[in-house]
């Protein structure tokens, strides 16, 4: 039995939006990592010529001071050239050009700069100098990728993830 009451309210099924970011392809972070190094190399390459630091490395007569401040410069520049992405949405230049983007996996919202460069970056960076030893915590950190949540040790680190920029 139908109710025709012309009072009756209208039904319809509801659905709750989808809120759930879609994570970045391992693919599209392995190229956005890539670019954001060649763009690393094109300004640290030169210096590295120009001060002879590329010579006195080839030799093995580089010192640990020198090689830490050219790794704190490197930070430094690595924070120039993306801080205002980072700022403005949690992207460098090479997730920027790839769509995707940084968020807290938490929340999924866009972190404080200082967090992202202090808490995802810094520690791998400083890791990545340790003679011997650095190389191997880059290539765990980069395996971690292919774990189910496709989040890098990095970002297990700062509590971050990384989505693609038209899902949130």
Known sequence: ???N???????SELEAP????ELASRWARLWGALIDGVIGFTVMIPLMFITGYWERAMAQTVGVTETVLYAVFGFVIFAV???YFLVKNGQTIGKKILGTKIVSNETGEVLPVWKVLFLR???V???ANIPVLGGFVILINYLFVFS???RCLHDLIASTKVI???AH
Not at 5 to 11: D, G, I, L
């Open 125 to 127: 960076s400083v890791a």
């Open 164 to 166: 693609n920029v038209d």
């Open 5 to 11: 009451n012309v009072y009756t309210p209208p039904k």
């Open 121 to 123: 970056y810094l520690p």
């Open 18 to 21: 989808n809120t759930v970011d």
């Open 1 to 3: 039995m139908e109710d």
């Open 81 to 83: 050239l993306h801080g």
């Open 148 to 150: 189910k949540s496709k």
